[in-house]
């Protein structure tokens, strides 16, 4: 593959290892098992701001178990797969419990899922190139920022009161931004598999 751009996080440079137990891995873990109790917050007792809780502990623990792997140096293959699986679940759901809510419209649902389906069509080219992920850029870092506060911040736009204002607002800007970035990160996520495929070939 080509050398790391600027728009390639340091971090991924560094070695992983094959070490299962670690401290970030058991936040990535406990992330995933925030994902049921989000849907269920939002589509049974529709319990807005404890549903913000948990999408705000799930973004901020995604920020800290990156910081623990390269301050403890335990960054392995196991976290590598857990961090952005556990970050594109919480998109999925909320993007699925705020459409059932009626808070976000289906359009949107729909372009999201679309770069998913771009991303999953370059697995076979990873795994010819011996590869378990493409490596994290910043662009999708700032992507995953936006929409994981985006959304919340849609959530709490349904408070009769001036927060709900503001958040609406404030939410609508994360999102679609969030959205853009998001779709930009794919793009280049399948510019790296295709110079993979390439090296792939003439080796």
Known sequence: MAAATPLMADDEQEPASDRILTIPNLLSFARLLGVPLFLWLV???EADVWAFVVLALAGASDWVDGALARALNQRSKL????DPLADRLYIAATLVGL??????PWWLVGILAARELLLLSLVPILRRSGRIALPVTYVGKAATFCLLWGFPLLLLGGLSSWVGTVATACGWAFALWGTALYWWAGIRYAQQAWSMRHDVRAG
């Open 43 to 45: 589509l049974v007792p």
């Open 79 to 82: 976290g590598i797969i857990l």
């Open 99 to 104: 459409a059932l809510r009626g808070l976000i």
